[in-house]
């Protein structure tokens, strides 16, 4: 059980576009979900705490309007990287909360 | 807010040899410690957690045990085998339940040579 599933688990964009990460909670209800980011050989930045049906919390220094977070369902929560550059390059990781701490697969995005 | 500091950064074993993993906190707030292991391009793994109101507990080869008064908590690998190699990562947390953030250690690369 507490399986979240993500996708896509890579991406390769072009500089300027914007790529959304899905996030969905298969056999819980996930009213909050967490959102990390982690470069390589480093730990996990937590960038945003979402709540289903009501604005997520960014954490200090993450840009609001560059990484729009909408949880509209108990189940799924997204994460869009918007006007990509190459320093969004990163491992994006989500965790579903409700019920255990489990993590996401993971997706890495590649912006060139 | 909370800090977590994980040692050592790399540690290598020879297949067969316990592997110990440190970590403190600093918020005495704090109540719950989770372990991770993670796999290159894998999201984390939980492996074995711990509450405040307990010292130790241990999950067959894997065992945590923490100190409250010093605050940290270590992981304790027993005969190593090569599929534990990986990046573990300790945590910390206030309030004990899923909702409430995690903090991270720097992680820990393990190397379990054959």
Known sequence: GAVVSQHP???ICK????VKIECRSLDFQATTMFWYRQFPKQSLMLMATSNEGSKATYEQGVEKDKFLINHASLTLSTLTVTSAHPEDSSFYICRGANYGYTFGSGTRLTVV | GENVEQHPSTLSVQEGDS????CTYSDSASNYFPWYKQELGKGPQLIIDIRSNVGEKKDQRIAVTLNKTAKHFSLHITETQPE??????????????SNYKLTFGKGTLLTVNP
Do not use: L
Request: glycine share 16%.
């Open chain 1, 15 to 18: 500089s300027g576009t914007s």
């Open chain 2, 19 to 22: 592997a110990v993993i440190k």
């Open chain 1, 9 to 11: 688990s890579w991406v």
């Open chain 2, 84 to 97: 534990d190699s990986a990046v573990y990562f300790c945590a910390a947390s206030k309030g004990g339940g």
